[in-house]
């Protein structure tokens, strides 16, 4: 009887496991070599990320909540670094954030904009470019591009020299 019961859990533990999809490939898959150095450094790194929160997770450090927000922001960041590699052609990512709507205001402090409102190309705060939405797993992230420092520079002094006489 033990040993049916023994046979029955590792039987259900399995399914389970197959059955996650916290983990699972991506129907489209990506072949890092289609991208530059710089490219596949990010990716690299989100990938990396990705193996610290599962660390983190099979040592029950971490929430299940946690775990597949954090595992859902990576996929959003992925997801965009590969859709801006191949629309521009370019071997060059900026740094990018994503933050469900709920997080706003870790970016744009206690006044943050209506994710609703938000346009894909507009400039907030002469500091973030929106992106997009990206949808992961039933979980929106909305992901922004930090200016580099030239772009911050020219639009404070394009936006100081409006408000000169």
């Known amino acids: 009887m033990a040993t049916i019961k023994a046979r029955f859990s590792a039987f259900l533990l399995l399914v389970f496991c197959a059955l996650t999809p916290v983990n699972a490939i991506p129907s ?6 289609d991208f530059g150095p710089v490219v596949r450094a990010y990716l690299g790194y989100l990938k990396n ?36 590699a191949r629309e521009t052609h370019n071997d060059y990512l900026p740094e990018l954030e994503a933050v469900s709507a709920g997080e706003m205001g870790l970016l744009f402090g206690s006044n943050p904009p209506a994710p609703a409102r938000l346009k ?20 929106v992230f909305y992901l922004f591009a930090r200016l580099d420092p030239y772009e911050q520079a020219e639009l404070n002094e394009k936006s100081s020299a409006v408000r000169r006489p």
């Open 28 to 33: 489209a898959q990506v072949d890092d070599d």
């Open 49 to 84: 990320e990705q193996e610290v929160v599962d660390d983190r997770a099979s040592r029950r450090e971490v929430s299940t909540t946690y775990y597949r927000h954090n595992s859902n922001r990576i996929r959003a960041l992925r997801q965009m670094a590969i859709k801006l």
């Open 120 to 139: 894909n190309g507009e400039v907030l705060r002469n500091t973030f470019r929106y992106l997009g939405p990206v949808r992961v797993v039933g979980e």
